[in-house]
């Protein structure tokens, strides 16, 4: 099982971005994807978790201002990022609770991407 994301980048305070983790591999079924991410000198946080029915949860400081969703015939969850800050720089990893092909269950972690909030 790999997790591909993409879609991070420079952009200016204030402004948005999306990133995209596409799952491919012997997937049977994927529970929760979620997104997370490390700033430098900090520890990984959750940003948000998304369930495979949708319901969804945020940490405090992007609640009203990410939005995560997920397409599962695509394998695919997203992170729409509005009014960025400074605070929102950091490395971005999506995460997904997977259900393998022979009854495997395990965790997997994305590449990470990097965003970066400067004027």
């Known amino acids: 099982v790999q997790l591909q994301a993409s879609g991070g980048g420079l952009v200016q305070p204030g402004g948005s971005l999306r990133l995209s983790c596409a799952a491919s591999?012997?997937?049977?079924?994927?529970?929760?994807m979620g997104w997370y991410r490390q700033a430098p000198g900090n520890q990984r946080e959750l940003v948000a978790v998304i369930t495979s029915g949708g319901l969804t949860n945020y940490a405090d400081s992007v609640k009203g201002r990410f939005t995560t969703s997920r397409d599962n015939s695509k394998k695919t969850v997203y992170l729409e990022m509005n009014s960025l800050n400074a605070e929102d720089t950091a490395v971005y990893y999506c995460?997904?609770?997977?259900?393998?092909?022979?009854?495997?269950?395990?965790?997997?972690w994305g590449q990470g991407t990097l965003v970066t909030v400067s004027s």
């Open positions: 591999g012997s997937i049977v079924r994927i529970n929760n």
């Open positions: 995460n997904a609770d997977v259900w393998r092909v022979g009854g495997y269950r395990g965790e997997y």
